[in-house]
């Protein structure tokens, strides 16, 4: 997976990553996007190569890096859709100190 996944090239190359992520797990885009906070048809168009927000992108890599797990992200969805428990452990994560 390339390093630069916010430049214009590399977003499609990181898009075509997650998808065959995706089907090497076996998972609907429901199913694998809604871990991430995001709707099917966003994560579609995710696929397609259409701009992956930082802050998504962010969450994946350290979903990937197994900084943040599967129950840290059901937890943070959740909770009213308040991640703040997520949000705190992302600043512990990256050095941050709020």
């Given at each position: 997976m390339t390093k630069d996944i916010f430049g214009e090239t590399s977003d499609y190359i990181y898009a075509k990553n997650l998808?065959?992520?995706?089907?090497?797990?076996?998972e609907n885009q429901t199913d694998f996007w809604y871990r991430f906070g995001v709707t099917q048809?966003?994560?579609?168009?995710?696929?397609?190569?259409?701009?992956?927000?930082?802050?998504v992108a962010i969450l994946i890599e350290l979903y990937l890096e197994k900084k943040v797990s599967d129950t840290?992200?059901?937890?943070a969805l959740h909770n009213n859709n308040q991640p703040m428990g997520l949000e705190l452990k992302v600043h512990s994560i990256l050095g941050r100190n709020n």
């Open positions: 998808k065959s992520l995706r089907k090497v797990w076996r048809s966003r994560g579609s168009r995710f696929e397609k190569g259409i701009g992956i927000p930082p802050s840290d992200l059901l937890t």
